[in-house]
């Protein structure tokens, strides 16, 4: 079995192989761009982490694995057009360095690519996959959309935006373990039980999102901390602390949360202040906890050895910051 | 076999079932409203008609047809924000009607759809006409990214724009009679004559269309008649009047495409006199002619009986206009 480091070269290596010098230049440009500002490798990596786990042959799961990366690069890059963004992972976004028609044609394209290394698999997995894929990116879109409604939306439930992240982020790591699962011929109790683990595993990992955004240190996070108070953005932490508070605490939330005017560094330890008497970060901590055990309990459920368990097993648990 | 007409409303009725009524209702309202604006619905009657007329069953193409009319229409949507288009098919667009952030993630969306409808077709075919669609739909974002950059280009050849329209338009015309014949199980040179039949009937389509927006009947082309003279677009007959031209021809041909503020009926008026002078409408009915005897040359090397060719003859042949 390869270790998820092996893996991470290997997607690295696969990426190379993507075309990005195609013509006409304008629409490539920003492709090679956008894959050149690197990242994690996450849902790839768990593409192979599954196939592997399943006694699959990886090799037939690196173009999928590919596909899902480009998909979610396709994501981020129209995202940004949306959310205005003119920062992603350190550089400009592609809508800022060129403009949103580049972003808008360039992200079409790479939805293209994805699909084309999709297909690039096992023939008896082929329809499955497809079926995982488009499910999971039309979700994606929907996910999407209620991020957008919400923006502008007074009152969001928990449970609202619970399903919001499910959509936007849960479903895509899901997909992407399911994808490695069906690859490797994984029985379909298995697949059913992967897609759940991942789906929680995927919650988990967006709620610690919103904490480290606040509580996290900007050298490992790799964001400025703070950025989703400057910006306004509804997380996790927000929605709790507007339903745990009421009085000044209250009022000054919504204040602070309802213009960009403010002095960035002000804002964010005035928020923080009201997030810290409120114990938000506690009760944040603790629905990472709930949703990474019960991925854990889907995880049980595979019908795999413990010892061929253990890679994937350490990988989310490093994801979910649990190194026991 | 059945008539165009027939495959027509078996295409209206299939459109019926793309799920448009899903959540959130401001991600699936403008797709129920692009499919609403209707349309002739050419690229899957020519899948159908492909089908049909190389023997196949055209219940399984029915699905592969629908996805590449979905795709069109997404391709619409996503030109339309790149243009700033405020009208398609006499009702407002949806980046005007909505905004560009809607018809960005509604055009995903309806990306999506495509893949989930090309996949539901013969499992024999599937991988070959995934294989047509994906390469389809990257040459149409490439022809998209030519146009956007030959608006602001100065000199453009007739090569150069032969080479977009065809990536533009004429491959995905060639990729539906292409996938149609795949479905039925044609044979591989089959396969690839109606593909180049398709290309060219699709060049033919393309500057036939540039024709009828200044020699059309407005009634009968249902756009207004110089749209393409009053928002400066550099088709054919603009690339060619301008290589034939020269004095104050030419010097007027240039001031009149470099701003939209002239009044519209004037200006259409005096380039449509300029291009009259110049004969550029017999030089693109020859060209447009050209084009269709080649793409008859291909068709003619089709291994089908010529009974069997004549309803997609018919149908080309009125698309070119040309009842003989």
Request: glycine share 6%; net charge neutral; with cysteine.
């Amino acid at each position: 079995m390869y270790s998820s480091e092996q893996l991470l070269e290997r997607i690295k290596v696969a990426l190379l192989d993507v075309k990005i010098d195609g013509h006409p230049k304008e629409l490539y440009e920003p492709i090679a761009y956008t894959f050149a500002l690197g990242g994690k490798r996450i849902r790839p990596i768990m593409v192979l982490l599954a196939c592997d786990m399943f006694g699959g042959e990886v090799e037939m799961a690196v173009n999928p694995a590919v596909a899902i990366e480009i998909f979610h690069n396709f994501t981020l890059l129209h995202d940004d057009i949306m959310d205005h963004a003119p920062i992603r992972r350190g550089k400009e976004t592609v809508c800022k360095k060129w403009n949103a028609n580049v972003a808008i044609l360039s992200g079409d394209t790479m939805f293209d690519l994805a699909y084309k290394h999709l297909i690039r698999t096992n023939p008896k997995a082929l329809i499955n996959i497809l079926e995982i894929f488009t499910q999971a990116a039309i979700e994606v879109c929907e996910g999407q959309q209620y991020d957008m409604n919400y923006e502008t939306s007074k009152s969001i439930t928990i449970p609202e935006y619970i399903e919001m992240i499910r959509l936007k982020t849960a479903v895509l790591i899901a997909a992407s373990l399911k994808t490695g699962a069906v690859i490797a011929g994984a029985e379909k109790k298995d697949v059913q039980n992967i897609y759940m683990f991942g789906e929680n595993v995927g919650l988990a990992f967006q709620l610690q999102d919103d904490l480290l955004d606040i509580y996290g240190d900007q050298n490992i996070f790799g964001k400025k901390i703070g950025g989703d108070i400057i910006t306004n953005k509804k997380t996790y932490l927000y929605i709790k602390a507007l339903q745990e508070t009421k009085g000044t605490d209250l009022s000054d939330l919504i204040h602070y949360f309802s213009s960009t005017r403010f002095d960035p560094d002000e804002k964010v330890k005035a928020v923080t202040k009201i997030y810290d008497r409120l114990g938000v970060k506690e009760s944040t901590v603790a629905l990472i906890n709930e949703y990474y055990d019960k991925a854990l309990t889907y995880f049980s459920k595979l019908s795999v050895s413990n010892d061929k368990k253990f890679i994937l097993k350490k990988y989310t648990d490093q994801l979910i910051s649990r190194n026991c």
